[in-house]
């Protein structure tokens, strides 16, 4: 359509038109590529295409008061023809000088510096033009020198340097000397085979007041800051309240007995000689369980429970004398286990290890685990001394229950766990790191001089549990 309607298609080409160059001066003969001995159009003028590269070399230098601006990459080749242009590198950052000058001076001499430098510019650009017309070849143009840079003026003037005087150089030593040693004096060495290390830094509680015995801590626990920020702190062996000063524990500990009683809150269920354990529920008894829990974590680094506390039972082991009953350690289980522990947390305080509360604690929670009538385990997974103790107190219950029935022929690993009150899980694994049990003949045989010779009796020092002084019902499912 466009080509039936337009003009051009419609008016016929005569012969003049096909045979006439558009090249002034150019009558039409010869070809570019050599093959024709004539031409019409300008793609095959060879005479136009030598016009062409003198033309574009005189036209296409930049003019600044023309048409187009100044290319700053524009480059002359060493050849007749062009080049294009090339992008411009970087320019490095000026030094800052002494002496800096105001923001608006820079400018206006900066504007003014352009200004001369455009004129000077446009001169040499129309001598290169009528070089280049002249003669063809390339002529090298001389550059001018770069211009000052124009300093940034956010940039701040160098200050001076200071040079601190000998009276400040000494004071800064023994101010240092004076600090390392005031360090020194007040830190408390660690408990030597603690685990775990050193507490955090932001607690500085380094030891605390138990019963009158100086106790150093072993890791950081969630007191408030405004005990963590002491160096050491006042606790109840009572009720375990905790205070920043001794006149205040002092106070706190002389008031009536009705108000303070000296033993821990709940009911007591089980004493023998200066021995008693008390039974407290985590719901009831709130504060006090908090309390434990926060003094717990002084001594272990696996505790993450502090307020958390009304799903648990805490039984608490204490020691009596003549001003009441002070607290020597704890334990705590679920009320409700699906899992079957009988044991969550455990804890002795520093001072009263290595006499066997440990144990008699482990076995006071099997003791209520066969008051119920289950088969318990502690909760698992149990850290290194946890699981040192736990196989002590297995091998020796195993020990127990085979001098027993030393005449029995046949014994089952459900009997021992039944009377016991051990999982068969335990009681297989502490079989097999005795040795003492064998695969024979699609049977499992126990060994029992492998176990005696690898178990040493307890000692009769070391506190014990007697079963008689129980006095505790289960509860109630």
């Given at each position: 359509w466009l080509y039936e309607t337009s003009s051009f298609a419609n008016t016929p080409l005569s012969n003049a038109t096909m045979s006439s160059c558009p090249t002034p001066g150019c009558d039409g003969t010869g070809h570019v590529k050599e093959e024709f001995g004539s031409h019409y159009t300008?793609?095959?003028?060879?005479?136009?295409?030598?016009?062409?590269?003198?033309?574009?070399?005189?036209?296409?230098?930049?003019?600044?008061?023309?048409?187009?601006?100044?290319?700053?990459?524009?480059?002359k080749s060493k050849k007749s023809q062009l080049t294009l242009p090339k992008r411009n590198k970087p320019k490095k950052k000026a030094k800052p000088s002494s002496a800096v000058p105001r923001a608006r001076e820079l400018w206006s001499d900066h504007d003014n510096m352009n200004d001369e430098d455009d004129a000077d510019d446009d001169d040499d650009d129309d001598e290169a033009m009528h070089q280049q017309a002249a003669n063809p070849s390339p002529v090298k143009t001389p550059r001018r020198k770069a211009t000052s840079k124009r300093p940034s003026p956010h940039k701040k003037a160098?200050?001076?340097?200071?040079?601190?005087?000998?009276?400040?150089?000494?004071?800064?030593?023994?101010?240092?000397?004076?600090?390392?040693?005031?360090?020194?004096?007040?830190?408390?060495?660690?408990?030597?085979?603690?685990?775990?290390?050193?507490?955090?830094?932001?607690?500085?509680?380094?030891?605390?007041?138990?019963?009158?015995?100086?106790?150093?801590?072993?890791?950081?626990?969630?007191?408030?800051?405004?005990?963590?920020?002491?160096?050491?702190?006042?606790?109840?062996?009572?009720?375990?309240?905790?205070?920043?000063?001794?006149?205040?524990?002092?106070?706190?500990?002389?008031?009536?007995?009705?108000?303070?009683?000296?033993?821990?809150?709940?009911?007591?269920?089980?004493?023998?000689?200066?021995?008693?354990?008390?039974?407290?529920?985590?719901?009831?008894?709130?504060?006090?369980?908090?309390?434990?829990?926060l003094l717990a974590k002084l001594f272990l680094d696996t505790k993450t429970l502090y307020n958390d506390v009304e799903p648990f039972m805490f039984y608490v082991l204490t020691e009596w004398s003549e001003h009441g009953a002070h607290v020597v350690g704890y334990f705590s289980k679920e009320k409700e286990s699906f899992l079957n522990y009988n044991l969550s947390c455990i804890m002795t305080l520093p001072h009263h290890q290595r006499k066997g509360f440990g144990r008699a604690m482990i076995d006071f929670s099997y003791l209520l685990t066969r008051k119920e009538g289950k088969v318990g385990t502690p909760e698992k997974p149990l850290s290194d001394l946890g699981l040192m103790s736990y196989r002590y107190y297995w091998k020796q219950k195993i020990l127990e229950y085979l001098k027993l029935h030393d005449t029995d022929a046949n014994l089952s690993i459900k009997d021992l766990s039944t009377s016991t009150g051990i999982s068969e899980v335990d009681i297989v694994s502490t079989l097999q790191t005795l040795d003492a049990i064998k695969h024979w003949r699609t049977k499992y045989v126990i060994l029992p001089k492998e176990v005696f010779k690898q178990v040493k009796p307890v000692k009769k020092t070391r506190a014990r549990i007697d079963p008689s002084k129980l006095r505790w019902t289960p509860l109630v499912e």
């Open positions: 300008l793609s095959g003028c060879p005479r136009a295409k030598r016009s062409t590269e003198k033309s574009h070399k005189v036209s296409l230098q930049p003019r600044r008061n023309g048409r187009f601006a100044k290319s700053p990459g524009f480059k160098p200050q001076e340097r200071y040079e601190p005087s000998n009276e400040d150089v000494e004071l800064f030593e023994t101010s240092c000397k004076k600090a390392y040693l005031s360090e020194a004096h007040h830190t408390t060495p660690r408990r030597p085979g603690s685990i775990g290390g050193v507490k955090a830094s932001r607690n500085k509680m380094e030891y605390i007041i138990f019963g009158g015995v100086r106790l150093p801590t072993w890791y950081a626990s969630p007191y408030p800051q405004e005990f963590t920020a002491q160096r050491c702190i006042h606790v109840c062996d009572f009720c375990l309240q905790y205070f920043g000063s001794a006149e205040q524990l002092k106070r706190h500990i002389e008031r009536p007995h009705d108000i303070h009683p000296p033993h821990p809150p709940g009911d007591e269920i089980y004493r023998k000689d200066n021995l008693s354990i008390w039974e407290i529920d985590g719901s009831k008894r709130k504060v006090f369980s908090q309390n434990l829990c």
